[in-house]
């Protein structure tokens, strides 16, 4: 293996053991999401839902709840001189950003496995839209992974982070989102599902997917200089 391979493992794997062993991110984003449906469930007085409503509630409460996910992502790096280590390591620094964005992706993926199921009890009569919304689910996550990642390692020195870190991500994931709510709101229909323009949403997320990711890989090692 390279050794930027190698750290890309061993960053990941680090990761992913402190969360098992602190419980930081995970259970939060959990909770947070959970609670939101509950609150839309009394809200709105409504025991079911569909269509854009349906797809709006989703897609609100997903992202809100990565945003707890995504303000953590670099801290341990600040405070514990992982920021230093990288940059004297011989490895491509890129390393640092894929394994990170790895790492938010088995956040959002673990996240997501826990509150739709929930999400279909709550609000719809039927789990019949269950596989094609993970598609959905799946492309969503690695866009908001990358534009998560490339954010957090903006936000994390400053003293503000858990301020600026939503003000400069939530206008970049706008398309993601129109692109996400808009691929999903057919596959919750009231007469049940639809697949108008689905593939041409799916196209838009791996679009915005791969612009960046591309993003990301080409201005990381700029952005960890500073």
Known sequence: MTPSRVAFAAILGKDLRAE????????AMALFAVTTFVIFRFGLDRTSLSGSMASG??????LFASLLAINRL???????????AIRLAPIDRSALFAAKGAALLVYLSVLELIVVPIFFVFFLDSATALLPLAAVLLLANFGLAATGTLISSMAVNSRARDLLAPLV????VIPLMIAATSASEPLLAAGGVSYDRFGTWLLVLGLYDL???LVGYAVFDFLLED
Do not use: N, Y
């Open 74 to 84: 670099f801290v341990a790096e600040r405070e514990e001189g992982g920021f230093d």
């Open 211 to 213: 612009v960046f990711l």
């Open 169 to 172: 991500l939530l206008p970049l």
């Open 57 to 62: 509630v989703l897609w609100a409460t997903l």
């Open 20 to 27: 098992l062993r602190t419980l930081q991110s995970l259970p």
